[in-house]
């Protein structure tokens, strides 16, 4: 069987399938006869034996990453190999690897190397590296995106199941789009960029590359640490439970209108774009018309004033001692900053902010925003004939992002005639990561496609959205039932206005049961968490009679599964709707006591 999610490989540490030690080893071997220009450098087989043995003192259940092999980008320090940010006389060798490393290896995961890059980060083609340019993981006479291009490819063919990227202006998206997998630039601050060669201090941000959706929420929870010593580190601000809709049921989806959207000539990728309008459509979204105009406008600051002396300053001793051992476009683009004065940073900054203010009011009017992930893609042959331009084009959808302070998911949407990958981005304010990681999870359920250049299918959902509405509530004497099984809160919210909820009689005392009716019902507080699959039957042994499973619908319109109550149980109970819910209900007896 061939590995492509975190969980199934977890799966088949624990049934035995899989053995970490040889299956590491296996895929250390293939990156080394990787043939896309994916790696810069790779651990030896000695280096990889010392994080296995590392990692031997520890059970699978003790680490949630467990022998989990991943990629690096080479502008982020792993201790043990060479820096070079894709140019080899800038290379060192850092004591220390970087912060979000450090956390991922902490939870189990294992580093199998550093991946090529566009120098310095600069660049969304992945065709500027004296290693190569890396090639697209479906044909390789096309670009791979960039600057986070191995990474990309290296997940994209089963290399590895996840890799850090960056992404300053697209960089951990436009990749993930060519190569049909997921990428999630959090928002700002979230990871850490301790240890990770700047391109725009003020704008950087680590992201991570995955074949399946799901895996994505793991991997930010595990990285996701504030860090006291990034002095651009944020804390998340809006925990788990508090996010609002995170299905397409309802979801409020802005478009950009028709005359801001730009395909640069590539009817295909217009024709995928309109066939995820279709499909997000089918699935229950809302589709409204959306004014892209005030976004694209800020986006063209990106390469002016401010950001590109940003650039300067983060080589800036490397560069003013001899620029030539940069690549010539490289020189290009950072070069222009000698001739900026501090008068147009300013007057960057201050267009920047009305942009913001403009834009975030846009953003209020609905919950996502949804774009082409790039407008088109190239041959590196037309890549190398116009570097500039070509390049340009493809931040067309991504170069605001970070300017203006908003988290973005590529999702891969489907392919072209000519068997490429088409793929669109989500996005929302700064915050909303957990919410675009949902809706990509659920994207990847309903819209059936390959993983990756695999050509395989995912597996179904390892987990299953439960609902409950009494004593497994969080902080509440059977939650233990559910955290015991690994199961997770990922919702308060309420039921749709037609069921009612009454405290039954009997043994155990004071359960709720909570029954539909379309006619006389009401809104009831309730929690969805996300269980385990196979610890579903052991949960559903421990509910009693005459509760059991059924369907609920949720006050957004979505149906999940969740516990209820047969019609029998209502016998010398006490109907309680009228307070809400059950935390309510306790309330009110425990004042009344």
């Given at each position: 069987m061939t590995i492509l999610t975190i969980t199934q490989l977890q799966a088949a540490y624990r049934c035995g399938e899989r053995s970490v030690r040889p299956f590491l080893h296996q895929q250390l071997k293939l990156a080394q006869a990787d043939s896309h220009h994916a790696w810069i450098s790779t651990l030896t087989a000695t280096q990889l034996d010392q994080y296995l043995d590392a990692l031997s003192a520890y059970d699978i259940d003790d680490l949630p990453l467990y022998g989990v092999p991943f990629?690096?980008?080479?502008?982020?320090?792993?201790?043990?190999?060479?820096?070079?940010?894709?140019?080899?006389?800038?290379?060192?060798?850092?004591?220390?690897?970087a912060f979000v490393v450090e956390r991922l290896i902490a939870a189990g995961a294992i580093p199998l190397g550093k991946t090529n890059l566009d120098q310095f980060a600069t660049g969304l083609v992945g065709?500027?590296?004296?290693?190569?340019?890396?090639?697209?993981?479906?044909?390789?006479?096309?670009?791979?995106?960039?600057?986070?291009?191995?990474?990309?490819?290296?997940?994209?063919?089963?290399?590895?199941?996840f890799a850090l990227g960056t992404d300053t202006a697209g960089s951990g998206r436009v990749p993930a789009a060519?190569?049909?997998?997921?990428?999630?630039?959090?928002?700002?601050?979230?990871?850490?960029?301790?240890?990770?060669?700047?391109?725009?201090?003020?704008?950087?941000c680590v992201t991570f590359f995955t074949a399946h959706g799901e895996d994505l929420a793991l991997l930010h929870q595990v990285a996701a640490s504030y860090d006291r010593q990034d002095s651009y580190a944020r804390p998340d601000v809006h925990p788990l439970h508090s996010a609002p809709k995170t299905t397409f049921q309802g979801l409020r989806i802005g478009v950009p209108q028709a005359e801001q959207l730009n395909f640069f000539g590539n009817q295909a990728y217009q024709l995928g774009f309109e066939q995820v309008i279709e499909k997000l459509t089918a699935l229950g979204a809302e589709l409204v018309p959306f004014d892209l105009s005030p976004f694209l406008a800020a986006a063209r600051l990106l390469y002016q004033g401010p950001w590109v002396a940003e650039?300067?300053?983060?080589?800036?001793?490397?560069?003013?001692?001899?620029?030539?051992?940069?690549?010539?476009?490289?020189?290009?683009?950072?070069?222009?900053?000698?001739?900026?004065?501090?008068?147009?940073?300013?007057?960057g900054f201050y267009q920047l902010r009305d942009y913001q203010v403009t834009c975030d009011a846009l953003l209020d009017d609905v919950d996502v925003v949804l774009t082409p992930t790039a407008g088109t893609t190239y041959t590196i042959e037309a890549v190398n004939q116009?570097?500039?331009?070509?390049?340009?084009?493809?931040?067309?959808?991504?170069?605001?992002?970070?300017?203006?302070?908003?988290?973005a998911i590529a999702i891969p949407g489907g392919f072209?005639?000519?068997?490429?990958?088409?793929?669109?981005?989500?996005?929302?304010?700064?915050?909303?990561?957990?919410?675009?990681?949902?809706?990509?999870?659920?994207?990847?359920?309903?819209?059936?496609?390959?993983?990756?250049?695999?050509?395989?299918?995912?597996?179904?959902?390892?987990?299953?959205?439960?609902?409950?509405?009494?004593?497994?509530?969080?902080?509440?004497?059977?939650?233990?039932?559910l955290t015991s099984v690994g199961a997770t809160l990922?919702?308060?919210?309420?039921?749709?206005?037609?069921?009612?909820?009454?405290?039954?009689?009997?043994?155990?005392?004071?359960?709720?049961?909570?029954?539909?009716?379309?006619?006389?019902?009401?809104?009831?507080?309730v929690e969805v968490w996300s269980v385990p699959i196979e610890a579903i039957g052991a949960l559903l042994d421990q509910i009693p009679h005459p509760l059991g499973l059924g369907t609920?619908?949720?006050?957004?319109?979505?149906?999940?599964?969740?516990?209820?109550?047969?019609?029998?149980?209502?016998?010398?109970?006490?109907?309680?709707?009228?307070?809400?819910?059950?935390?309510h209900y306790l309330d009110a007896r425990s004042n009344q006591a």
């Open positions: 990629a690096i980008k080479d502008n982020i320090d792993l201790a043990g190999l060479a820096t070079t940010a894709g140019c080899e006389a800038y290379r060192y060798h850092p004591e220390d690897s065709t500027r590296s004296p290693w190569g340019a890396t090639t697209n993981s479906f044909n390789p006479e096309y670009i791979s995106g960039g600057s986070s291009a191995g990474s990309a490819v290296a997940v994209a063919t089963g290399q590895v199941l060519f190569n049909h997998i997921y990428g999630l630039k959090p928002t700002k601050g979230l990871l850490s960029c301790r240890g990770v060669v700047p391109a725009c201090r003020s704008l950087d650039r300067y300053a983060a080589i800036q001793p490397f560069f003013e001692q001899d620029a030539s051992r940069c690549l010539p476009v490289i020189q290009t683009i950072i070069g222009q900053a000698e001739q900026l004065s501090a008068v147009e940073t300013f007057q116009d570097p500039v331009t070509l390049n340009s084009n493809l931040g067309y959808y991504t170069n605001f992002m970070n300017l203006l302070d908003y988290s072209t005639d000519a068997a490429m990958p088409f793929g669109f981005t989500l996005f929302g304010p700064a915050f909303s990561d957990r919410i675009l990681m949902d809706l990509a999870c659920e994207w990847q359920q309903r819209i059936r496609l390959p993983v990756g250049a695999s050509g395989l299918y995912p597996p179904q959902s390892s987990h299953l959205d439960l609902l409950v509405c009494g004593a497994h509530m969080q902080g509440l004497p059977l939650n233990h039932q990922k919702q308060r919210t309420q039921t749709a206005a037609s069921y009612r909820l009454y405290a039954l009689a009997g043994d155990p005392p004071q359960r709720p049961g909570l029954i539909r009716n379309e006619t006389e019902g009401t809104m009831i507080d609920v619908e949720l006050a957004d319109g979505l149906w999940v599964k969740g516990f209820i109550c047969e019609p029998i149980g209502l016998s010398h109970a006490t109907e309680i709707s009228h307070f809400g819910g059950w935390r």
